[in-house]
């Protein structure tokens, strides 16, 4: 957990200094997501990235 804190820190970061907007979501069911990008593993985060409006 402490290892996908600091992968979440990196994505602000990068899409700051690239101009775009993400937010962190961790309230999700995570049985669906692991199964629509295809892993075994439980999902921690999702960091949806995009342009700020």
């Given at each position: 957990?402490?290892?996908?804190?600091h992968?979440?820190?990196?994505?602000?970061?990068?899409?700051?200094?690239?101009?775009?907007?993400?937010?962190?979501?961790?309230?999700?069911?995570?049985?669906?997501?692991?199964?629509i990008?295809?892993?075994?593993?439980?999902?921690?985060?999702?960091?949806?990235?995009?342009r700020?409006?």
């Amino acid at each position: 957990h402490m290892e996908a804190g600091h992968i979440g820190e990196n994505i602000y970061l990068q899409a700051t200094a690239l101009g775009l907007g993400t937010v962190a979501v961790g309230a999700f069911d995570d049985g669906r997501v692991a199964r629509i990008i295809g892993t075994t593993g439980d999902p921690l985060y999702i960091f949806p990235v995009g342009r700020r409006v």
